[in-house]
């Protein structure tokens, strides 16, 4: 009897803050970001998902560039490790295919982005470094690179490309 008298005041206390909070609105609150030390790990099963990915860096750097951050995308440190397929996208030979990954790349780049291809990844696909754009920078490792711009305090991004089968208006 005890027991359920408890489970009933539980239940009244739940649906009372239930309630009362259904009846307020969500509120906006502007974290006070620090310039960001940002590694993003690219490695992906299909070259395209580069595109999806290439988000997570505009979500990551427009917020703070807009009001009321205000910060220069010069002081934002950010590095990007490519391994997996989508090497390709930065080859020169595929530009036509990839021009509009490259090229929002390039304009990451031209903002302070730093892509850095993995050495063993472009040896295995058959790539030297001439092989690439000219932002790119190729490193021995992307686990190595991974984890020295970790052991540096750099925050690790690994974004998850997925197929959008909805448009927002349809699940809305």
């Known amino acids: 009897m005890y027991f359920r008298k408890i489970t009933a005041i539980t239940m009244l206390a739940f649906f009372s803050l239930a309630a009362a909070a259904a009846d307020d609105a969500a509120r906006t609150v502007m974290t006070p970001y620090n310039e960001p030390n940002v590694v993003y790990d690219f490695y992906f ?18 917020p703070l560039i807009e009001q009321p951050y205000n910060m220069a995308p010069e002081f934002m440190n950010i590095k990007v490790v490519i391994h997996g397929t989508e090497i390709v ?10 021009k509009d990954a490259v090229e929002r790349m390039r304009y ?13 990844a472009a040896h295995d696909y ?16 992307a686990i190595n690179e991974l984890a020295h711009w970790q052991l540096q305090g750099y925050a690790l991004i690994t974004p998850t490309a997925m197929e959008k089968k909805f448009a927002i208006e349809e699940i809305r």
Do not use: H
């Open 45 to 62: 099963d299909e070259p395209a998902k580069i595109n999806s990915a290439l988000y997570w860096i505009r979500s990551l750097m427009n």
């Open 89 to 98: 996208t930065v080859a020169r030979k595929n530009y036509e295919k990839y």
């Open 108 to 120: 990451y780049a031209s903002l302070g982005v730093e892509f850095k291809v993995c050495g063993i």
């Open 126 to 141: 058959g790539y030297t470094v001439t092989d690439f754009q000219e932002f790119i920078e190729v490193v021995p490792s």
